[in-house]
């Protein structure tokens, strides 16, 4: 028994172990999330298609889907991304591994806990919040580890420059672990949540806060570390890099409240959401700047790399999805875009479209050096590539125009239940597309899964010399 402990324990210690854990485990979720959320699209065109099977209603199945793609699927794999990257940058290995494999067990514990607790009305009802108070308390413990670890790698690095896309990568877990117990209301354990209106301002503070302190961060970190990589060109800019991340910090904490134009919160942080909201075109702008100008007339490279054209292909649903998102914020445009369909479009391709997309694609280009091992099939890449291109297009494409159809009838005049009967085209084309993006993930797990047990051998590079253009 203690050899095998011991054997256990040295293998926890392996480097990079607790990387490919990660990305593996997001892989997997990729299909559970994705499966959750085609039986939510099967609820929205066949309201009676699981004949009210208590763990199947919609109410249960959908924060399941929406919790296990948004930490399941893309903060997970991610974080595997930037275990790996990190210690690239720094010039050594991670501090310790043993720790962020702790936190890889208690992190996929939470994870589990969605589709196997909301299946039982285990919930505390608020959107992006819905894991109980325990499973709270193990998140807060994650971010705290894994920061902690980070810190370590820092203090102890051999590399003296500190890296934007270390910034980014760090920068999350230290945003998240004050940001999470915040939004979560975690000193009210029993309910989650805070009286009133007040309710909204806490969920809103942190519903925003997810996709601008959590994904952006995670998801733009690897921006800065596979470009500079793929194209072989140092970063345009380090100025526009820091430029940035301030502005990223000073805009998007506070511009939650333009979600709630509609409800009687205090002007001042109706008018302060939404100039942050529009200055948030700022560092968007700056970023994408620095990267395609790092990658100009070197742009057959990425699309000619499979996880290049990921990566590429996500800083396009970046610059949708952050024009849709500051011009949603003014009250003019919400009467018609608001409470509808083409709030979901919207919210698909930050998390899929701008966040997913990079973390397939980071994820593809670091699982050689981290596995020793050639990726399986670049064709299945490029084949989930199309695949989750084509559902995801199709997907926006549909909920914005089934958006319109809404918010126009809305506005003038039309009844709720008078629109209804207008979605039914459009909710089995949104089935259909979803469809795509199932297979996609299905794809991904399945080359994950065979680079790591027969990929051809593979000898990375050293790279000490590769880490300077990131």
């Known amino acids: 028994m203690t050899n095998w402990i011991r054997k256990l324990w040295a293998l926890l210690g392996r480097p990079n172990g607790a990387a490919l854990a990660f990305i593996v485990a997001g892989a997997g979720w990729f299909v559970v999330g994705t499966l959750y959320g085609l039986a939510s699209a099967i609820h929205l065109y066949a309201p009676e298609a699981f004949q009210n099977i208590p763990w199947l209603v919609f ?104 890296y934007v896309a270390v910034w980014y990568f760090v920068g999350t877990f230290l945003w998240m672990s004050g940001t ?12 989650g949540a805070m009286p009133g209106i007040w309710d909204s301002l806490f969920l809103w503070f942190y519903g925003h806060n997810l996709p601008g302190l959590l994904l952006t961060p995670l998801a733009v ?25 301030w502005t990223l910090v000073a805009l998007y904490t506070h511009i939650g409240g333009h979600h709630l134009l509609q409800a009687p919160i205090p002007a001042p942080v109706k008018v302060m959401a939404v100039a942050s909201s529009m200055g948030m075109m700022i560092p968007v702008f700056v970023v994408l700047l620095n990267i395609w100008l790092t990658a100009r007339g070197r742009g057959g490279a990425l699309l000619h790399d499979p996880a290049g054209r990921f990566v590429i292909t996500g800083t396009l649903w970046y610059v949708v999805t952050c ?108 089935l259909a597309s979803g469809l795509f993006i199932v297979a996609g993930a299905f794809v991904g797990l399945f080359n994950v899964l065979m680079t790591v047990w027969k990929g051809e051998p593979y000898a990375p590079p050293e790279l000490a010399g590769e880490a300077r253009p990131a």
């Not at 999470?180 to 309910?191: D, E, R």
């Open 323 to 430: 024009i849709q998102g500051p011009l949603q914020s003014l009250p003019f445009v919400q009467r018609v875009t608001h409470f509808n369909n083409w709030t979901i479009g919207h919210s698909h391709i930050a998390v899929l479209g701008f966040a997913g997309f990079i973390a397939l694609g980071t994820a593809w280009h670091v699982l050689p050096p981290i596995t020793g091992r050639r990726l399986y099939s670049d064709k299945l890449v490029n084949l989930q590539f199309g695949l989750v291109l084509v559902g995801l297009g199709g997907f926006f494409v549909v909920l914005t125009a089934a958006g319109l159809v809404q918010g126009s009838s809305w506005n003038n005049g039309e009844t709720v239940y008078r629109v209804l009967s207008m979605l039914p085209p459009y909710m089995w084309l949104r």
């Open 180 to 191: 999470y117990p915040i939004g979560n209301v975690m000193w009210y354990p029993h309910t």
């Open 59 to 162: 109410s249960r199945v959908r924060p399941a889907h929406v919790n296990t793609v948004l930490y399941g699927f893309v903060t997970t794999m991610l974080i595997g991304c930037g275990l790996y990257y990190v210690p690239v940058l720094l010039r050594r290995p991670l501090w310790s591994e043993r720790l962020a494999w702790g936190g890889w067990a208690l992190w996929n514990v939470v994870i589990l806990s969605g589709p196997i607790g909301f299946a039982f009305a285990y919930s505390q009802g608020r959107e992006y919040t819905e894991y109980e108070w325990i499973f709270d308390v193990l998140v807060e413990l994650v971010l705290l580890a894994i920061l902690a670890d980070l810190i370590m790698t820092i203090v102890y690095r051999r590399e003296d420059t500190l």
């Open 221 to 245: 970190g690897p921006l800065f570390f596979v470009v500079p990589r793929i194209a072989r060109a140092p970063l345009y800019s380090h100025t526009l890099s820091l430029i940035g991340f």
